[in-house]
């Protein structure tokens, strides 16, 4: 398991979004002793030339080596990219594990990623968004660069209940329509919608310049299908039921996950989408530095971003 | 189907155990609310159908195997015909031995034991299972196949019962489960059973060490399935009986001459003598007439076994139906005795005298003595009618003589033979059954005779010695001269008279100076007067060649020749030899009629012999005629008689056809009957022919002794015997029914309970899902 930079018994009992988003980033901030990047949203621009008073470490050392000129990487950020954060709220993220003790429901993972994203980019003083969906939007905080914005995201993400079936890929759509201004968007989901509705969804967001970032969340029982004995599996979202003997099935039902995910990974790529599969058995904190450290990686190394 | 541990049956409810604890764990689950339903939903569309099916296959695997296994320890049978739903027919082959022996015509009330063995057979047949085959055999001292193969007509069997015939015949019971056996081994059915219906005489039983009985009830018991044998006894207890065991002629020649008189042997069975027994004795002549009684005794009490003597005279010659009859009793049929005689009337003999020219001077040839011999009065006095009616002819005075007019041909010291007469004699003896008797003399030529009627004829009974039999010239003082015959073994027909004390010495007397050496080859000979006990050579005479003994290398075939030596001389050489050849016999004498050999012609003994010689051969066509129940009826015709259809009639009033077969040789034809089922007369008659030809059958003397077995001594004789006894006299049905238990089934029923547990075991494992 990842090292975590935060320890569980004291996350578990911040009872506070907001204080335990802090808590996630601020923790792994210090942890990795370097912010992951500058901003989340944040991306290379352009250089500028060193003045004093700059912060060293946004300097360009590769070009001093060529140069020996002084010159400042300017980022997106500066720019004023918008990061809109997108999260399921539907009735399949409600999904509780019932074999991990203190397990938390993926909607509640969900709402930790949203609001530890949320306090990261405003930490950044970046913008951002965020919106709750199932079928269709039902919340949407606009986006903001002030520092209590925070407050608010998690005042509405506290009193989210999930319901609903999921619509990923109308959302999107919807998201599209609605976020003129070309920028980041973060969908949250367990992505339990039509595969073809979401790839329209994504395909929708990359045509009109946005960056899309795709963190999948999936409970390690979805993962593993680890159920023993005769188990009822009631459906969240399906008014369905199934009598069976796990064991019995696990073997298909992993094939047509993998087959499922291998599919939406594969879509992902093709449209130049970040995709990040996540159990909510990985602590957050782990979660979101690697991502965040793997994607500073790439945009150092001239990875992909929004707009190209 | 019914069960041996019934109460283990009951565990097969266990079988809903696996249902049970399915249906419980369908009841016993975890409740999941699932968010990836979309991709379990596809999994159980694919799986569903598969999985369904496996979870039936085992828990019916399962359910099954504690189902069999139950039902195994509760050791199921299958009645007979229970399988019949599901296609298998004639489960159950039965035979039923019906004892058709004599002694079950005991009649106790109105009923014989045979008419309740019927009544029970029905009873037996009629409640057989559904499907059944019974087969029908008639046990007497020989099975007699009525149904021979299990039959499923059950209305045909009953109807075959109905109409099954009481014979005459011993009882072997032996030889009837044999024949039960035989029929079972090969019939295919799930059971079977074998029937015996029968008195249970002791002596119908084998004995407790029989060999071939214990061998076949060995064979029995091994056989996969064993057939049950239920025994059911139609006996009565009763012992008391009176039967007559036999009638016997007193004289083996019985002609019109003089008075005969026949001993009767009356038994009285059981523990009290019979009181008051009446013994008759009757007489038929040779047609189909009625007998009727021509001498009658009352004995006051019989008790076991008593001699009785009765006499008549027979007034014409041929056969005579004689028997011998007790008064009615509870078992009729052993309450007579017969008899088939052949009575001598007046017999023709033809003599050929070699000498005429001696014989005509006064009284002195052989055919003198001979014809003073045989009709010792004057043919022409009406009131004085021989016996014997004898002619002399010469061999010239033959061309005017027609052999098969005379009964008998006597050649008296013939030197020629010409070929005529040998030809003649041939077909005389052989072919027309009549007899030879041949004396020798001075004018016998040996090496003639050797060719003419032994190497040619085939009659004479052995070949002539170049050799002679002589005694010496000179006797001592005191010592007679000559040889004589030897006064032991006196036992052929012909010298049978001599063998009494008072007889003895006339058979003595007779003093020859010479005879002809008979050479007869071993295998020619039917026995031999043994030589212990002969007297030595007289004195004066010279030893003698001794008899001729077999050829090295060869043994006497005991039984199998066609010639006797009658009576021999004091050397032991043959004396009189007899050959049966054909229909006929021959009688050699060795020596010569006449006084030129010796003084025999002189003597006594000559009287008897003479006549007795006479008698044997103008009998000789006769067959023996008196026998036992299921022995077999011979008849000789001659050969142009071959393909006639000859009617036999049994006692009963039944008649049957049978055709004359030519025999081997082609000299004769022959019929025979062995279907001599019932005791009385048998009449052979054939179309166109006035002779009737009268057989005697009698049953067997152990069938009066009406001693039967009980259960216990069954059981204590034969204990390694497994059988069932059913009492006659009550209801069969129950006993049976409780008695007949089905094939038992539990290794079939284990096996499936291996084979599912293996199943389960092997498809339990298949499906197993593995670690994903």
């Known amino acids: 398991m990842a090292k975590t930079y935060l320890d569980p018994k004291i996350l578990a009992k911040i009872s506070r979004l907001d204080l335990k988003a802090k808590y996630v980033v601020e923790g792994f901030i210090s942890g990795m002793h370097k912010s992951p990047y500058k901003g989340f949203s944040v991306e290379f621009a352009q250089h500028r030339g060193y003045v004093a008073g700059d912060d060293l470490k946004h300097l360009d050392w590769r070009v001093y080596a060529k140069n020996e000129r002084l010159y400042i990487k300017q980022y997106e950020a500066e720019t004023n990219l918008v990061t809109t954060i997108l999260m399921d709220a539907s009735s399949s993220m409600a999904y509780t594990s019932p074999n991990a003790k203190g397990a938390s429901a993926k909607l509640e993972y969900a709402k930790l990623v949203v609001a530890s994203l949320s306090y990261l980019v405003l930490g950044q003083s970046d913008a951002v968004a965020v919106g709750v969906f199932d079928q269709e939007i039902k919340d949407f905080v606009p986006r903001s660069t002030r520092k209590v914005h925070i407050n608010r995201i998690c005042a509405t993400l506290a009193k989210i209940e999930p319901q609903n079936k999921t619509g990923v890929g109308a959302v999107m759509h919807a998201i599209a329509e609605r976020v003129k201004r070309r920028g980041i968007i973060v969908v949250v989901s367990d992505l339990f919608d039509t595969l073809e509705d979401v790839l329209s969804g994504i395909q929708h967001l990359r045509h009109d310049g946005h960056e899309v970032v795709l963190l999948h969340l999936l409970d390690r029982d979805e993962l593993t299908f680890p159920f023993e004995g005769l188990v009822q599996f009631k459906g969240l979202e399906i008014a369905n039921q199934v009598l069976c003997h796990p064991r019995m099935v696990k073997k298909t039902y992993l094939e047509e996950l993998h087959k499922f995910l291998t599919a939406v990974k594969g879509a992902c790529t093709r449209n130049g989408v970040d995709y990040v599969q996540i159990s909510t058995d990985t602590p957050v904190d782990i979660a979101l530095s690697a991502y965040l450290t793997s994607r500073e990686r790439m945009m150092l190394s001239g990875g992909r971003g929004a707009g190209r | ?772």
């Open chain 2, 1 to 772: 189907m019914s069960f041996l541990n019934a109460f283990l049956a009951g565990f097969a409810a266990l079988a809903a155990i696996p249902i049970i604890i399915h249906l419980l764990n369908q009841r016993r689950f975890k409740v999941v609310s699932w968010a990836a339903m979309e991709f379990l939903l596809a999994t159980i569309e694919k799986n569903s159908r598969r999985l369904q099916l496996r979870d039936i296959i085992l828990m019916a695997l399962r359910a099954a195997a504690i189902a069999f296994l139950a039902l195994a320890l509760a050791r199921p049978t299958i009645a007979p015909g229970g399988l019949s739903l599901i296609g298998q027919q004639g489960e159950t082959a039965a035979v039923v031995l019906l004892d058709n022996s004599l002694s079950m015509g005991y009649q106790v009330g109105n009923e014989t034991r045979f008419a309740l063995a019927k009544r029970k057979a029905k009873e037996i047949i009629e409640h057989l299972p559904p499907g059944s085959g019974v087969a029908l055999v008639l046990v007497s001292d020989i099975p007699v196949d009525d149904i021979p193969e299990p039959s499923h007509d059950i209305a045909f069997a009953v109807s075959e019962v109905g109409k099954a015939p009481l014979s005459d015949g011993g009882t072997d019971i032996a030889g009837g489960i044999a024949r039960a056996w035989k029929i079972l081994k090969t019939a295919p059915a799930v059971s079977k059973e074998i029937y015996l219906i029968t008195d249970n005489q002791a002596n119908g039983w084998p004995s407790a060490d029989n060999a071939a009985w214990s061998k076949l009830s060995d064979e029995i018991a091994a056989a996969k399935p064993a057939p049950k044998l239920f025994v059911t006894h139609v006996g009565d207890g009763a012992t008391d009986n009176v039967s007559v065991d036999s009638l016997v002629a007193e004289d083996e020649q019985v002609t019109t001459e003089s008075d005969v008189g026949f001993i009767a042997t009356v038994h009285s069975h059981g523990t009290a003598p019979a009181h008051g027994v009446s013994v008759e004795l009757q007489v038929g002549d040779g047609k189909a007439g009625p007998m009727r009684t021509v001498a009658s005794q009352v004995l006051d009490s019989v008790d076991g076994v008593q001699q009785v003597r009765l006499e008549t005279r027979f007034t014409e010659g041929g056969d005579h139906r004689v028997a011998v009859t007790t008064g009615i009793d509870h078992l009729p049929a052993d309450n007579s005795r017969y008899l088939a005689l052949s009575v001598i009337d007046r017999v023709r003999v033809l003599i050929i005298d070699g000498s005429p020219a001696e014989s005509g001077q006064g009284f002195g040839g052989e055919s003198d003595f001979l014809k003073a011999a045989l009709s010792p009065r004057d043919l022409d006095a009406e009131e004085h009618k021989a016996l014997i009616d004898t002619e002399v002819t010469s061999l010239a005075g033959l061309a005017d003589k027609t052999l098969r007019d005379f009964s008998a041909v006597i050649l008296a010291n013939l030197g020629e033979l010409p070929p005529g007469l040998v030809e003649g004699l041939k077909t005389y003896v052989k072919a027309e059954g009549h007899g030879l008797i041949i004396f020798l003399g001075d004018n016998v030529q040996p090496g003639r005779y050797n060719q003419l009627l032994y190497d040619q004829a085939g009659l004479l009974p052995g070949r002539l010695s170049e050799h002679m039999i002589e005694a010496d010239e000179e006797a001592g003082a005191g010592k007679e001269h000559g040889f004589g015959f030897a006064t032991s073994n006196l036992s052929h027909p012909v010298v049978s008279f001599f063998a009494d004390k008072e007889t003895q010495p006339f058979l003595a007397q007779p003093r020859f100076r010479k005879a002809f050496t008979v050479e007869i080859p071993a295998a020619d000979l039917i026995a031999s007067p043994a030589a212990p006990g002969a007297t030595a050579p007289a004195p004066g005479a010279s030893a003698p060649a001794p008899a001729p003994t077999p050829a090295p290398g060869t043994a006497p075939a005991a039984g199998s020749g066609s010639v006797a030596v009658v009576a021999r001389f004091q050397g032991l050489q043959p004396a009189i030899i007899e050959r049966s050849t054909g229909r006929g016999k021959v009688l050699l004498f060795a020596s010569s009629a006449s006084r030129s050999w010796g003084d025999f012609p002189l003597r006594p003994a000559f009287l008897m012999l003479a006549r007795r010689m006479v008698a044997e051969v103008a009998g000789a066509h006769q067959p023996d005629k008196t026998m036992l129940v299921h022995d077999r009826i011979v008849e000789t015709f001659g050969a142009k008689e071959a393909g006639a259809a000859v009617t036999v009639r049994d006692p009963r009033g039944g008649s049957s056809q049978i055709t004359a077969l030519l025999t081997q040789s082609g000299e004769l034809s022959q019929v025979e009957d062995s279907d001599t089922h019932f005791a009385g007369f048998y009449q052979l008659t054939r179309p166109g022919a006035e002779a009737i030809h009268i057989f005697a059958v009698n049953p067997p003397r152990a069938e009066s002794e009406l001693e039967a077995l009980d259960e216990a001594s069954l059981r204590a004789r034969f204990p390694k015997l497994d059988f069932q006894w059913l009492d006659g006299h009550a209801a069969l049905t129950g006993v049976i029914d409780q008695k007949r238990s089905g094939r038992e089934i539990w290794p079939l029923l284990f096996a499936l309970t291996c084979l599912c547990l293996m199943a389960e075991s092997f498809l339990a494992l298949r499906w197993a899902p593995r670690g994903a």
